[in-house]
């Protein structure tokens, strides 16, 4: 049984003071206990979302790490310092990182490892653009997404492993994938994870979809077998849409 998941993406969104009032206005929700709630915020943010939401179910997450331990990298962060403040997830790999800071597969993988390694989770991004979907190449993109991304993540690693399934046409445009196609691509990457592992660990990785989710559409996602739960942009800004969609997301 894989716990559903809805992860907030803030992207370059919220400053300090705004993150503050949105957890103030979220620890006043009872949210359910049977789905895992996460907001990944700017770094600038995490301080404030991991004290006000210490005694929450809410987990916090970042949105981006450099792949080195420490050293002269001005401007990076490293895995090891959000591991030390209490950081449970990381977005790697997400479109827009590859697309306007150019970050290959093989950073994600870097990425990705290092997240693993220092006790974290990595919510791995992939996802196809509108050309490689209309020339119905969406597929085998995915799958040598997931293939490169996991070069080198043990099997025990892989099994706690959240893959976000998001095709780069939907994000941030309102034209969200229909839940059959979002669940036809989660199961194919659910098989890619059989090939690359076996059933145990494709039965336990959690697939999110990602792409113009909001809390109207939550529910029909997460009828779906292989969607676990949703990356969301736009939609969780909002504090009673975040909620919204976290209640949704119950099956
Ligand atoms: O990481 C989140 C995705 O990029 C989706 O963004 P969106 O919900 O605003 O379309």
């Known amino acids: 049984m894989r716990t559903p998941l809805i992860a907030g993406n803030w992207k370059m969104n919220m400053t300090v003071s705004q ?25 600038i943010d995490l301080a404030v979302l991991l004290e ?13 790490v450099y792949f080195e331990q420490a050293g002269a990298y001005t401007g990076e962060v490293s ?9 449970k997830y990381v977005i790697t790999g997400h479109s827009e ?19 693993i390694e220092s006790g974290m989770t990595p919510i791995v991004c992939v996802g196809e653009t ?34 976000a399934y998001e095709p780069i046409w939907a994000i941030g445009t309102g034209q969200s994938a229909t ?3 979002a669940n036809e691509m989660c199961a194919a990457i659910r098989s890619e994870i059989e090939k690359l592992y076996d059933k145990n660990t ?27 739960g949703a990356l969301v942009g736009g939609a969780s800004l909002k504090t009673a849409d975040f909620a919204a969609l976290v209640e949704g997301a119950v099956q």
């Open 19 to 43: 993150a503050a009032d949105f957890t103030d206005e979220l620890l006043k929700i009872k949210l359910t206990d049977e789905v895992e709630a996460a907001l990944c915020a700017p770094f």
């Open 179 to 181: 839940s059959d196609d």
């Open 79 to 87: 895995a090891p310092m959000l591991a030390d403040i209490g950081i």
């Open 130 to 163: 509108a050309d490689e979907r209309s020339s119905k190449m969406h597929e085998q993109k995915v799958r040598s997404q997931v293939q490169a991304a996991l070069e080198n993540v043990g099997a025990e690693a892989a099994a706690d492993l959240v893959i």
């Open 202 to 228: 494709a039965d336990k990785v959690r697939i999110l979809y990602g792409g113009s989710v909001k809390p109207a559409t939550i529910e029909d996602l997460m009828s779906k077998n292989d969607v676990d």
């Open 52 to 64: 006000k939401l210490q005694d929450s179910s809410v987990a916090v997450g970042a949105q981006n």
């Open 97 to 115: 990182r590859r697309e306007l800071f150019g970050e290959t597969d093989a950073d994600v993988n870097k990425k990705s490892l290092a997240v």
